[in-house]
């Protein structure tokens, strides 16, 4: 059974335009988490969401904004893509105080054109 | 500033090669060291958690261990499917804290 579901897998948007990824989770875990990952490159924390609190990353670009509407889903948003966003897109999930283990997804390949 | 080092950065092993990757990490506070292991195009697949020095743990081919300053992965007469990128991450300090992750050991395993 999917635990955490990343849509779409594959996502080609043009220099500019908006683009919105999706995560759900089955798990029912409170606390989710955006990553970017690029080629041969660690998995880097853009901003996760402790129940309804959202935590950036002093270092993600205010292009990159989230939305969490239920304990379900979130969502990143990239409100205008630049050459150097293209990436994997990576959710994940844990629950409790954040020292367990982090469930992820298969992740978006963020193409930009 | 929390930091994770892994080696080697590639690793090719014949079939029934039994190996060892590192991950050394510098943190204020260890609250635990996780193992992953990645496919390509894939999110990680978490395999092990560990939080004390001195602990291990096993599964299959697989054994993690962990000392003040270290961790290994151990793998035993790897078989092909045992290729992927295997990561290491670190949590430390107090309250809510993110993984820090490692650039991973690309492992190969050739029939």
């Known amino acids: 059974d999917a635990m955490v579901i990343q849509n779409p897998r594959y996502q080609v948007t043009q220099f500019g335009k908006p683009v919105t990824l999706s995560c759900s989770q089955t798990?029912?875990?409170?606390?989710m988490y955006w990553y970017q990952q690029k080629s041969s490159q660690a998995p880097k924390l853009l901003f996760h969401?402790?129940?309804?609190?959202?935590?950036n990353e002093a270092d993600t670009p205010d292009n990159f904004q989230s939305r969490r509407p239920n304990t379900s889903f979130c969502f990143l948003d990239i409100r205008s893509p630049g050459l150097g966003d293209a990436a994997m897109y990576l959710c994940?999930?844990?629950?409790?105080?954040?020292?367990?283990?982090?469930?992820f997804g298969p992740g978006t390949r963020l193409t930009v054109l | 500033e929390d930091q994770v080092t892994q080696s080697p950065e590639a690793l090719r092993l014949q079939e029934g090669e039994s190996s060892s990757l590192n991950c050394s990490y510098t943190?204020?506070?260890?609250?635990?060291l996780f193992w992953y292991r990645q496919d390509p195009g894939k999110g990680p697949e978490f395999l092990f958690t560990?939080?004390?020095a001195g602990e291990e743990k096993e599964k299959e081919r697989l054994k993690a261990t962990l000392t003040k300053k270290e961790s290994f992965l151990h793998i035993t007469a790897p078989k092909p499917e045992d290729s992927a990128t295997y990561l290491c991450?670190?949590?430390?300090?107090?309250?809510?804290?993110?993984?820090?992750f490692g650039t991973g050991t690309r492992l190969l395993v050739s029939p």
């Open positions: 994940a999930t844990t629950t409790g105080g954040g020292y367990n283990e982090q469930f």
């Open positions: 798990l029912n875990h409170n606390v």
């Open positions: 969401y402790y129940d309804k609190d959202f935590n």
């Open positions: 943190v204020s506070g260890l609250r635990g």
């Open positions: 560990l939080y004390s």
């Open positions: 991450a670190v949590q430390a300090g107090t309250g809510f804290q993110k993984l820090v």
